[in-house]
């Protein structure tokens, strides 16, 4: 399948693009934040000898997390997210319409491999930012299991900030240390890229367009393509996310296995766990990915930065 693209002598305007995939970051990862939480937590998560968990559920690990850390314990982990999601949103959102742009042929057809080379590159672009994101965003996310798992051994765990997190790796290993598992980060944004930005395209071609002339999907069809797409990237590329949640995870709890690598960690896991463990936080992780897509989509869409920046939208 191809889509119409405008044709490539038109000016592509950057910098309203980046603005855009910003602000859609920030509201995106607001609103569904503490079910990310709930998510990488249960990824973490591993059955023990007589076959126990701490969670026995996705609405287990919300009720549990809220009665021992409250309303602010569901946003562990925020304040570096929302801090670093503007640059991540807005490079893999732009990216997008940048490669797009120019893998448009003179015709102005883009094909659906070119659509995914398109998204297989933006997801490549942001791994720069995601990678320290989702590393100091686990542990803080994860901070609650492992004193509550440490606890029931009779032992504490020292709390901590991001920042001083950042410090330490900073200090320990270098730029380096921030960097802990990105080859998985890439394996899971790249191939999520390939999969959702081609399939957004095709379904936000269909349903009403804006009255302005422009040809662009109406707002709502925006979030909905955004919702849909997102959610079957996200259970497409699970597995690849719960190998990288557990390579991420500094804090380990006594008794339960350390990862050398991708493979190491899926041998692992398959071995100790069985192949469902892969579809881990599955369920969550598309009622997550869903909205927060939704939302960034419909936003970066509507076309803030074009309207403050007294300029036209140029969406494809």
Request: aromatic share 10%.
């Amino acid at each position: 399948m191809t889509t119409t693209a405008p044709p490539k002598t038109k000016e592509f305007a950057l910098l309203p693009k980046i603005i855009n995939g910003g602000i859609a970051g920030i509201i995106g990862v607001s609103c569904v934040f503490p079910l990310d939480l709930v998510k990488t937590r249960l990824q973490n998560q591993q059955v023990g000898p007589n076959g126990e968990k701490m969670y026995k559920s996705m609405f287990d690990c919300f009720k549990k997390t809220y009665r021992a850390e409250g309303y602010f314990g569901m946003y562990r982990g925020s304040a570096v997210n929302i801090l670093l999601i503007t640059p991540e949103k807005a490079i893999k959102l732009a990216a997008n319409d940048f490669f797009r742009h120019h893998l448009t042929t003179k015709e102005g057809q883009l094909p659906v491999t070119r659509q995914m080379a398109a998204g297989g590159l933006a997801g490549l672009c942001q791994i720069v930012i995601t990678t320290p994101m989702e590393l100091l965003k686990i542990q803080m996310q994860d901070a609650g299991r492992v004193a509550a798992q440490a606890k029931l051994a009779g032992k504490t765990v020292p709390k901590t900030s991001a920042t001083q997190l950042a410090l330490t790796l900073f200090r320990e290993k270098g730029i380096l240390g921030l960097y802990k598992g990105i080859g998985a980060t890439m394996c899971r944004d790249v191939s999520f890229s390939i999969v959702y930005f081609p399939l957004f395209a095709t379904l936000n071609q269909f349903g009403p367009r804006k009255n302005d002339g422009s040809g662009e999907a109406a707002f709502f069809v925006s979030f909905a393509s955004g919702c849909a797409a997102g959610s079957f990237a996200a259970l497409a590329v699970n597995p690849m996310d719960v190998v990288k949640t557990r390579l991420q995870a500094i804090t380990a709890v006594e008794g339960q296995p350390t990862y050398s690598g991708i493979w190491d960690c899926v041998y692992k896991t398959l071995r100790h766990e069985g192949p469902t463990a892969f579809f881990k936080g599955g369920l969550c992780r598309m009622i997550v990915i869903a909205p927060l897509f939704g939302i960034a989509q419909m936003v970066y869409f509507l076309g803030v930065a074009e309207t403050l920046l007294g300029q036209k939208g140029d969406k494809k």
